[in-house]
């Protein structure tokens, strides 16, 4: 078969096939449309504003490394204005953070960006190998996950930014949508699409690559040549979220634009809510903002501290183990009432009218 040609420029010889689309298309052709792509993200959801601070949460994986390279180069190409600054978290696990921090230390170099690197042992007193030791795998990544978030805000804060962008891309989002679903939680399904978020006193924080598949990721930064640690962490045992993602990738094969229908999908659920506002505190040991005396990841460590590292985590039923603190944070609960997205009531009403006598 002879060489296509980029179906983009008529030119170049096309050596991608983009996942998401199908096109043929040369390498230059590739980054651009990747990058508009995302620039088209963040001009849609108007997510910056000229001098705005704002921090990149980097792992050195490929996500949050692409994510670095593509946030400097449109702040360049288009005068977004931003100052653009790497925010690190070192969760203390050997033989992965370790190798990864080494990665974002040369990606400063290489983006000539300021990087702040906080670790959860400076933080907390507990590094994610002690906390292993004593919880065991099955309930890590709920520590990992409340103190990431904390130590983040506390990160962006010292930095003093007015955003944090991560390096969530499609596949996460639809997993997560996935998820959601398999556990009826409408509340977090009519959240998890948000590119945005942000709670009274927290940091606005968002998703650029929120339309980005990651196959597309990986071929960014492959031929970019960009310098990522692939490896995965030793402890991620999610194994919930595994089976989305097998799940997601069966049907992606079938139907490579699955992954953006079902982000669209979890876009359309409307959850109306009705809001209760709760009042807000400061967590009494750390300051935190929380909605008990305690915050979420100051309950985790009395839990660890006092040998029962069960408190404050919730069981499979979605019962509470231990009382009161155990509520998540936030200044507002949240009680969803379902409604059908108009596109599917429509639909149901086209296949109504279908299936009714005639
Ligand atoms: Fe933390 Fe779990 Fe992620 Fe490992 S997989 S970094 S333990 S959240
Ligand atoms: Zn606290």
């Known amino acids: 078969m002879p060489p296509r040609t980029c179906q983009f420029c008529q030119n170049a010889r096309a050596i991608i096939r983009r996942p998401k689309t199908g096109d043929h298309v040369c390498k230059e052709c590739f980054f651009n449309v990747f990058e508009t792509e995302v620039h088209n993200t963040i001009q849609e959801a108007k997510l910056f504003k000229p001098g705005d601070r704002v921090a990149i949460g980097a792992s050195g994986g490929k996500d949050s490394t692409v994510l670095a390279h593509v946030m400097k180069t449109l702040n360049?190409?288009?005068?977004?204005?931003?100052?653009?600054?790497?925010?690190?978290?070192?969760?203390?696990?050997?033989?992965?953070?370790?190798?990864?921090?080494e990665t974002?230390?040369?990606?400063?170099?290489?983006?000539?960006?300021?990087?702040?690197?906080?670790?959860?042992?400076?933080?907390?007193?507990?590094?994610?190998?002690?906390?292993?030791?004593?919880?065991?795998?099955?309930?890590?990544?709920?520590?990992?996950?409340?103190?990431?978030?904390?130590?983040?805000?506390?990160?962006?804060?010292?930095?003093?930014?007015?955003?944090?962008?991560?390096?969530?891309?499609?596949?996460?989002?639809?997993?997560?949508?996935?998820?959601?679903?398999?556990?009826?939680?409408?509340?977090?399904?009519?959240?998890?699409?948000?590119?945005?978020?942000?709670g009274e006193d927290t940091i606005r924080r968002s998703k650029p690559l929120k339309y980005a598949y990651e196959k597309e990721i990986v071929m960014y930064a492959y031929f970019k040549k960009l310098d990522y640690?692939?490896?995965?962490?030793?402890?991620?045992?999610?194994?919930?979220?595994?089976?989305?993602?097998?799940?997601?990738?069966?049907?992606?094969?079938?139907?490579?634009?699955?992954?953006?229908?079902?982000?669209?999908?979890?876009?359309?659920?409307?959850?109306?809510?009705?809001?209760?506002?709760?009042?807000?505190?400061?967590c009494s040991r750390c300051g935190y903002i929380a909605s008990n005396e305690l915050c979420k990841a100051c309950t985790l460590l009395e839990g660890l501290e006092r040998g029962i590292p069960k408190l404050g985590i919730r069981d499979g039923k979605r019962k509470k183990i231990e009382i009161e603190a155990t509520e998540p944070d936030g200044p507002l609960r949240t009680i969803p009432m379902f409604k059908l997205p108009s596109v599917m009531e429509n639909?149901?009403?086209?296949?109504?009218?279908?299936t009714a006598p005639s």
């Open 76 to 101: 360049e190409r288009y005068d977004y204005g931003l100052n653009l600054f790497l925010l690190s978290i070192d969760e203390g696990i050997t033989g992965y953070r370790d190798d990864s921090l």
């Open 104 to 198: 974002v230390k040369r990606n400063q170099q290489q983006y000539d960006l300021p990087l702040k690197i906080l670790s959860y042992k400076e933080l907390y007193g507990w590094t994610m190998d002690a906390i292993v030791e004593q919880v065991g795998r099955k309930n890590n990544c709920t520590f990992c996950g409340v103190f990431r978030r904390q130590a983040l805000d506390r990160g962006a804060a010292s930095l003093n930014v007015d955003h944090i962008v991560t390096g969530h891309n499609a596949d996460d989002i639809a997993e997560t949508v996935l998820m959601n679903i398999m556990r009826g939680d409408i509340a977090r399904l009519g959240r998890c699409t948000l590119i945005c978020t942000q």
């Open 229 to 282: 640690f692939s490896t995965e962490c030793i402890y991620s045992p999610d194994a919930y979220r595994g089976h989305a993602r097998s799940f997601l990738k069966s049907l992606e094969v079938a139907r490579p634009s699955v992954i953006i229908d079902i982000i669209r999908s979890g876009e359309a659920f409307e959850v109306a809510q009705e809001v209760v506002i709760k009042e807000q505190r400061k």
């Open 347 to 354: 639909s149901q009403a086209a296949r109504t009218e279908t």
